[in-house]
């Protein structure tokens, strides 16, 4: 357990050495949201109470959803694009001979940089929206324990997402034609596009019920108070998919492993 | 200096004509890529094709009118990132110190790293741009003159030179800040999202900085509005898109100043 702690806390000081990148993030972030609102306060002004929205949620529903994009992971992290590059290269066979796990190993490097990535992508961009624009925080002790578990939930099943697209690189050469597919699906069901209560009829509830729906939207919703079931469904549906992607990526893991065939020497 | 322009296109031609070589080497995944980055552009579009199936009208315009907009935001944002795009690795060139190759090479460092990875696949967003542009134009009730036509041909040649510019003067910036790609996105991929909507929408304050600071608006904004017969905000005159040809040609000036000034300050890593 140790050394997967141990793991987490260098991959948190990695992304911590990144300053001028994480700043010019957190401002692009910043100005994506203004953008955003600028939209949105033009759609709920023609249809009040679009998707069960008011115009304060709508408004805090942007800035959730700049500050959880890169924490979440949602346009591809670490996992997506340095393990996929590893099982492309082949250098993926240095970490299967690691006494360690291969998927506790990348979890361990992928919750190290969504920690800090929460702390400054997440809070900054949010921090100018609740400075500007009057938007809704959670009010109770309870309603942040939900919220904090939500958004942790929403981590694991993008990385479980994020993980099978880097290992599908052993059955095809090159993975970045999945990487992209993979963000084409991400980006359009997470509720990157437009909150997901907003898509009508059946293609709204084909988008809240994927695995994608739990990485943006259900958080963002579980922070409104917004979820249709309740803030206890909400957790067991991301509980759910994170059960699913991860009994997926374990038995890829174990099948993948006896198909490596390391060369030379 | 006139036979360093005069060779400028050939050597990037062959310069991306080897980056394109390379790609192919895995076709599926480079269809696989072309077809996804097609459909990624297509969300934006799909976007605001479900605003419209809750509105009417958006800040005063249609959906074919926003369609005209969208198209012509994403067709000169695509073009620019196909040809220029790349430029915004130079910051990661800088640090690990390949750039010095780029300097040695006899040809100019600018088209090296403008050509760098050249990445045919983003054509999809030029191409998806066009599908929406003709299917726009099919849909709305211009009263087409010459000059319009003449506008709307002009200002996607113009819009992309105005965004090409702005990926170059992001790149510059590298030079002083490396690291700072991403800054440039606000920008670029920031730019196209804000003129896919009608500008007015974002208040006045946004309407000044995008038509006087960065200006944006010329890419298709202003053009748009003189096509589809709208006068322009801030009460500015309804011609004012005519214009965008001369912003680019100050955009092309700044970005070059930018880009001299930049290479001027550059010490190699030394490693």
Redesign the interface.
């Known amino acids: 357990m140790g050394v997967y702690w141990a793991i987490a806390v260098r991959s948190f000081r990695r992304f911590s050495t990144?300053?001028?990148?994480t700043v010019?993030?957190a401002?692009?972030n910043t100005?994506?949201g203004f953008?955003?609102c600028?939209?949105y306060?033009?759609?709920w002004h023609?249809?009040p109470g679009?998707g069960g929205y008011d115009v304060s949620d709508a408004l805090t529903f942007v800035w959730l959803q700049q500050g959880l994009l890169m924490p979440v992971g949602i346009w591809g992290a670490t996992t997506t694009g340095e393990l996929g590059e590893r099982v492309r290269s082949g250098e993926i066979a240095v970490d299967l001979y690691r006494p360690t796990h291969l998927l506790l190993w990348w979890l361990s490097v992928d919750l190290g940089r969504a920690a800090f990535q929460l702390l400054v992508r997440g809070g900054a961009p949010l921090l100018v929206g609740a400075l500007v624009f009057d938007l809704k925080f959670p009010s109770t002790p309870l309603a942040w324990l939900a919220v904090a578990a939500g958004v942790f939930l929403a981590i694991l099943v993008s990385f479980g997402i994020r993980y099978l697209v880097a290992l599908s690189g052993f059955w095809?050469?090159?993975t970045?034609?999945?990487e992209?597919?993979a963000?084409?699906l991400s980006?359009?069901f997470s509720g990157m596009?437009?909150p997901l209560v907003?898509?009508?009829g059946w293609i709204g509830e084909f988008a809240r019920a994927t695995p994608w729906a739990a990485t943006m939207q259900v958080p963002i919703d579980i922070w409104l108070g917004r979820n249709p079931g309740g803030t206890g469904s909400a957790l067991m549906f991301q509980l759910g998919w994170i059960v699913v992607l991860l009994l997926a990526a374990q038995l890829m893991t174990s099948v993948a492993t006896r198909k490596v065939v390391i060369q030379g020497g | 200096m006139v036979e360093r322009v005069l060779r400028a296109p050939s050597q990037y031609w062959m310069l991306i004509l080897m980056w394109i070589r390379s790609s192919m080497a895995y076709p599926t995944s480079f269809v696989l890529m072309l077809v996804s980055s097609m459909v990624l552009t297509v969300m934006d579009f799909v976007a605001i094709a479900l605003m419209f199936s809750h509105i009417s009208s958006f800040g005063g315009f249609s959906l074919a009118e926003m369609a005209l907009l969208y198209a012509t935001a994403s067709m000169t944002l695509g073009i620019a990132d196909l040809f220029t795009g790349s430029i915004e690795r130079v910051g990661e060139r800088i640090r690990t110190g390949t750039f010095d190759a780029y300097l040695i090479r006899p040809v100019p460092a600018f088209l090296q790293t403008a050509a760098d990875g050249f990445a045919l696949r983003r054509i999809g967003r030029p191409l998806q741009a066009l599908i929406v542009l003709v299917l726009a134009l099919r849909r709305l009730d211009v009263d087409w003159t010459v000059a319009r036509g003449i506008m709307l041909a002009v200002s996607l040649v113009a819009g992309s030179v105005i965004f090409g510019a702005i990926f170059v003067l992001g790149a510059a910036f590298q030079f002083v800040s490396l690291d700072s790609a991403e800054l440039a996105n606000s920008f670029t991929y920031g730019g196209q999202t804000l003129t896919q909507y009608p500008l007015a929408v974002f208040g006045k304050e946004i309407v000044r900085a995008v038509t006087f600071v960065v200006p944006i608006a010329f890419v298709n904004y202003y053009p748009v509005l003189f096509v589809l017969g709208k006068p322009a905000p801030l009460g500015l005159p309804s011609w004012i898109g005519l214009l965008s040809p001369l912003v680019a040609a100050v955009m092309i000036a700044l970005a070059s100043l930018a880009w001299r000034a930049g290479l001027r300050r550059y010490r190699s890593t030394g490693s």
Do not use: K, M, N, W
Not at chain 1, 18 to 21: D, K, S, T
């Open positions: 990144y300053r001028i990148a010019s993030g401002f692009t100005v994506f953008i955003l600028g939209i306060l033009t759609l023609e249809r679009l095809i050469t090159d970045r034609g999945t992209q597919l963000l084409v980006t359009f596009v437009l907003v898509f009508p």
